[in-house]
DNA sequence: CTGAAAGCGCTTACAG
DNA sequence: CTGAAAGCGCTTACAG
């Protein structure tokens, strides 16, 4: 007089590892297994149950993995914003690694608020993803202690760091900053001015390699500095143009911090009717598309983006995978690009 | 002589529902219907409830919610390229819309490939999102059946379609085509191209747009039609021109797709000293960031892709929400922002 | 309005 | 190498 058993669940309809199981004839965990190939299954009770699951089309619930094994398939991924190219193009690269590896992408932007970056570390990490992907190394303590605490993987994009436990792709702002300055230098130019918005951590950096040239040039003048916090776009490197060209009649040399603001510039130069690099040079900072059909074609610092992107997934899916990395803070460098600018 | 119950946990450290419950004193079910405020519970309970979760610091197990209801937290939106800055705008206006409402966007690319977007969709579904976001109406039949037979809610951007249970908002791309070609021939041009790239449907109902006009008023030469399959970029607009100011001499308009492209035509036409719009005047479509910069600035279509983005989401928002939709099909116009270069 | 129990679909020790 | 059982942390009928 059994009765059978009340049916209270909310089935969806999709087949499970149980059916998967039922129709190869071996054991739920057999099924798991063998479809994960974590641990030695006999080889014909795997082609049983690979046979079954694809016959069942047999998809595995991510919630009832991510549950089981307090991990899910998730890499969290913070960037600071998603209206410079950038992190769009390092976000294209990282995906075009990590999907293919079974991983999904969730994204978060923190437009540079430390409080925004923490609410997303909160409400992320409590999805245990299987990884973390943060820019830059500078961040709140608490967010720090989030990271850490978590015990999730993870890899700081765009700088680079040696401290023991701390994972990093990138290349020395200070340095790309100080061979443009360098470059500039050679070319003749002595009043070069620096000409900056958003100030963000790397903006910063670069500000200290250009510094840094200068005064060891000797002609390092803090007037010649423009450090504007709103938001970097070309409408803003036109407009700085303008207002140092008015304040400092003497500059014969522009460093913008970003070619967004550089391409600007040199658009408010060719309406302006000023010689560029004539009667003043022009250079930007990450090579972004465009700058090489400007007129004249910008001077830059390529920054490789498309590389630490995907370097710094490969170092993640080891991580997480827990294989060694044999170089936890990895320089990727850069490239000075001389073009008609400068 | 009862054992204690073994544990074989693996416990994560972090409190849970049951931990909650135990220090409001109540039921675990009652502790979870008071912070969901899906039933009513007595006012006294709900203030310990959320008391013990606040001293606890609980964070709701996303993974545990998704198994037990079928349905998580996440909304996977699918767009064709990460590499253009209009999907990108959409993108930052649905995450700004979704993240404070509690949802997660996972994001897709499918670099317009059918098959790409069919794998994501198969991936993205097996998370039981709660939502769905894709660009345009066109798919392979196979991704279509796939949405319908998930049951998840499910809004269309960019595009707008008239279909009983399709949701979309967006607008006309032929309308907004032809109204940029009707300006053009009010300003006398009669040799206008259409020059392309990419070739999306959206591209496509463009051309539409475009060669209605044109026969209107008696002057459509496909002659002047340039359909290029490869991704837009300002370098492939500024060929484009060059190519077709050779081929067909007597042009006196362009109309590119994309204001990328018209960006490039743009340049190359100062480049070459190529007066416009006097030999030729150009328009592009979209309005993107530095098109008001050009010289001389660009007349474009400027399409409501924010207002597009916030909208869709508050649409998905309604459908998860089991809210009715007063406008399933929703176009939002566009705007035809005429300056110097036609 | 509240609670005890069952169940979501997996993985993980444990035993053999 | 394989299987039976317990458990992950929630939500959902069901009963009161």
Redesign the interface.
């Known amino acids: 007089m059994t009765e059978p058993p009340k049916r209270r669940g909310?089935a969806?309809g999709r087949s499970t590892l149980a059916d998967v199981a039922r129709l190869a004839e071996v054991s739920v965990n057999t099924a798991s297994r063998a479809l994960r190939g974590t641990r030695a299954v006999d080889a014909e009770l795997v082609a049983r149950v690979q046979a079954a699951a694809k016959q069942l089309r047999y998809?595995?619930?991510?919630?009832?993995r991510?549950?089981a094994?307090?991990r899910?398939s998730h890499v969290a991924v913070l960037i600071p914003l998603?209206?410079n190219?950038l992190f769009?193009?390092l976000?294209?690269a990282v995906?075009r690694k990590l999907t293919p590896a079974g991983y999904?992408?969730?994204?978060g932007?923190t437009h540079y608020r430390p409080e925004e970056e923490e609410e997303l570390l909160?409400?992320?990490l409590?999805?245990?993803p299987a990884g973390l992907l943060v820019t830059g190394v500078d961040r709140s303590d608490a967010a720090r202690r989030m990271i850490a605490d978590s015990g999730v993987p993870c890899v700081h994009l765009m700088e680079t760091v040696r401290q023991p436990g701390v994972y990093s792709v990138g290349l020395s702002q200070q340095a790309a900053a100080h061979a443009l300055t360098t470059h500039l230098l050679q070319r003749g130019c002595r009043r070069i001015a620096y000409i900056a918005g958003q100030l963000d951590p790397r903006v910063m950096q670069r500000r200290q390699g250009y510094e840094q040239a200068l005064r060891e040039a000797g002609c390092y003048d803090s007037r010649l500095e423009v450090l504007d916090p709103s938001p970097t776009?070309?409408?803003l490197g036109?407009r700085l143009f303008e207002e140092l060209l008015r304040r400092q009649p003497d500059v014969d040399a522009m460093f913008f911090c970003n070619d967004d603001l550089a391409?600007?510039g040199l658009?408010a130069a060719?309406?302006l009717q000023v010689p560029v690099p004539q009667r003043v040079a022009i250079v930007g900072f990450n090579d972004l598309?465009?700058s090489?059909?400007?007129?004249p074609p910008l001077t830059t610092i390529r920054t490789p983006r498309w590389q630490i992107g995907t370097q710094a997934a490969s170092m993640l899916l080891d991580l997480m995978h827990g294989q060694p990395v044999a170089q936890p803070a990895l320089d990727l460098g850069f490239e000075l690009v001389v073009r008609g600018s400068a």
């Open positions: 909310r969806t998809v595995p619930d991510p919630a009832a991510a549950l094994s307090a899910s998603l209206t190219a769009v193009e976000l294209d995906q999904q992408t969730l994204i932007v909160l409400s992320y409590a999805h245990r776009s070309m409408a036109g391409q600007g658009l060719l309406r598309s465009g090489e059909l400007m007129l």
